[in-house]
Every structure is written in structure tokens, then in C-alpha cells.
């Protein structure tokens, strides 16, 4: 009998890991709330942009998916960027030279990047990380033309969707 709920303790208690962890690192916002302000430069804030579609992007050098993201990236903003898109990347990083690095090896050629440094061991404590509720990287926001957050994570399939429907050919 003992055994009989020892298997059930054990499996409730893996399920609970597993939906806890994945509470844990959902991002802190859903689509249809305003995007919550921030420096993107000494003399810009992300509100400056309002008027464009703004796609948020989270990542660090340090991280493999966001390297291997960033030629997509690139392309995507070649294609979007005449018909109203901005993107704001906002690097995750303990050291800033490696961030410069990385932002010129992978050709991060738009103009908005914020150097979001970790205030503690934790990558994900730096300012603006902790704003946005991130806990893993990447982490995408696609924001409306006022500022408003109308896709999470969007798969580059439905960003395409999305911008499509919406910006003018």
C-alpha cells in the first residue's frame, strides 16, 4: 500500500516541477498589455518608436538559439524595416566587449541595441530583463504601432503573418 502511494507522491511531485518551471519562465506579459517603457539610448526611450511596429528581442551572445536566430533576424529587417518595423535588441550580458563583438560577427545591422547588463550572478536580473519578466532567452515581444504587445514568442511564420496583415505593402 505504502509503495502504491509513493509512486503517486513521486509522479505528483514531477508534474509539479514541471508546471512549476514552466510558470516560472513564462514571460511576464500577454498579448493586448502596453509594453512597459525603457532607455534605448541616452537621448531615446522604446516609446520614441511608437508609430512603428517594435519587435523586442532578448538575447546574449552567450546564447546559442539567439546566434543561431540572428541571420533571420537580419533578413527579417531588411524585409520589414521600409514598411514600418523596428527592432529593439536588448542583450542579456555580463560583459559588454563580447556583446559588441557578437552584435558586428552576426551583422546586427539596425539601429536600437540596449547593452542590459546582470546586476548579480543571474543573467536575467539585469534592468530591463527584470522589466519584462524574462527568464530565458530568446525572448521575443512584437508591439503594435502604440506600443501595445500583440504577440509572444510569435514563431517567425506568424510574425510574417502578422506584419503582413497589418503594415502597408
Known sequence: MIKKYGFWMVLA????????RYLYMKPGFVNGEMAVDFAISDTQNLSDLQG??????????WCGPCRKENPTLVEFYKNYHERGLEIVSVAVEEKEERWRRARQKDGLIWPH??????????????????????KSIPTKYLLDDKGMIIAVNPSWENLEKLLNDRLPK
Open 52 to 61: 512603428n511596429y517594435v519587435l523586442l528581442d532578448f538575447w546574449g551572445s
Open 13 to 20: 511531485l514531477i508534474a509539479g516541477v514541471i508546471i512549476g
Open 113 to 134: 541595441h540596449v547593452f542590459d547588463q546582470a546586476t548579480s550572478l543571474s543573467f536575467f536580473d539585469s534592468p530591463v530583463a527584470t522589466k519584462y519578466s524574462v
